[in-house]
């Protein structure tokens, strides 16, 4: 009776351990990709530096221009990585991941404008 409770005990500590099932991993490391301002036709280069922070995924934008932008409230679910930024306004994204591990999607500072900026997030190449 003691072995069959210990292997509930242990049973149920790896199912309250196990992330949902829904839930997928972004690898960590150096991507590389765009980002698109509204209304522009040509992408900036910036690079990613997806990590963790407090066990926490975190994500680091960076272009030489615009120096170091942290992604805040990241969400990944399913194929969806959300969050948002604040460049100055608060700008929220939904990217999409794409079949070649990529992320790519809208991000908008909900002005009446209507345009959206795009990022284009691309994994590290090994």
Known sequence: MRMIAGLGIVVLMAM???????????????WT?????????????VTYVVGDTDGALSIVMNNPQLGDIGFNDLQLEENELKFWWEP????????????DGSFGGPCSDGSASGEDGIL??????D
């Open 88 to 99: 100055g306004v608060r700008v929220d994204c939904t990217l999409t991941r794409q079949s």
């Open 33 to 45: 990709g765009t980002l698109t301002p509204p209304g522009a036709d040509v992408g900036v280069p």
């Open 120 to 125: 284009l997030m691309l994994p590290p190449s």
């Open 16 to 30: 309250w351990m196990a992330p949902p099932a829904g839930a997928q991993e972004i690898e960590r490391g150096a």
